[in-house]
């Protein structure tokens, strides 16, 4: 409380204790997500954290994609591919597979990357077992349920799709 209440406020030209546990917090949170040592109370706390976000910025995609492939390694993942009559349901291996979706069939599924990261959903397509590499219908699982699917420009799956 004392670094709080008087360092940060005498030494360091920050306003307040709710200014000052903002920023402390999120330099620490920076520091552990990019697995670096951090100061308990640093001295200057504006300057670490001001360098942190810098430093942040560039391990963000790397820590994205860590997150991304240990989400869709996983077994709970991995047990929902299958072959379904014509149509093979497959998972995606990396954060390209996702944004490709998104592209080939002009729908927003590449926004949901973040969310496949932290684990809050699960994305799968939809292909002919012909043509493995072509989209064809994108799924979202949430709770063990199908949330939502679509195929190009947003259209809902024929009656043989479904």
Do not use: W
């Not at 004392?2 to 920076?30: A, V, W």
């Amino acid at each position: 409380m004392k670094y709080l209440t008087d360092d940060i406020y005498t030494f360091q030209g920050i306003d307040s204790p709710r200014e000052g546990i903002q920023l402390l917090c999120d330099y620490i949170n920076m520091c552990e997500d990019m697995e670096v040592p951090f100061e308990k109370y640093p001295t200057s706390l504006k300057k670490v954290h001001d360098v942190a976000v810098k430093n942040h910025k560039v391990k963000e995609n790397e820590i994205l994609q860590k997150k991304f492939h240990e989400a869709v390694s996983l077994n709970e993942y991995k047990k929902l591919e299958d072959v379904v009559s014509d149509y093979l349901i497959q998972a995606p291996s990396d954060i390209s597979d996702v944004v490709n979706e998104g592209k080939m069939l002009h729908h927003c599924v590449a926004s949901y990357v973040q969310h496949i990261a932290d684990r809050n959903t699960k994305i799968l397509f939809m292909r002919h077992k012909t043509m493995p590499s072509n989209s064809l219908i994108t799924l979202e699982i949430r709770e063990d349920r199908i949330n939502q699917y679509k195929g190009a420009y947003n259209r809902n799956p024929s009656p043989k799709e479904m």
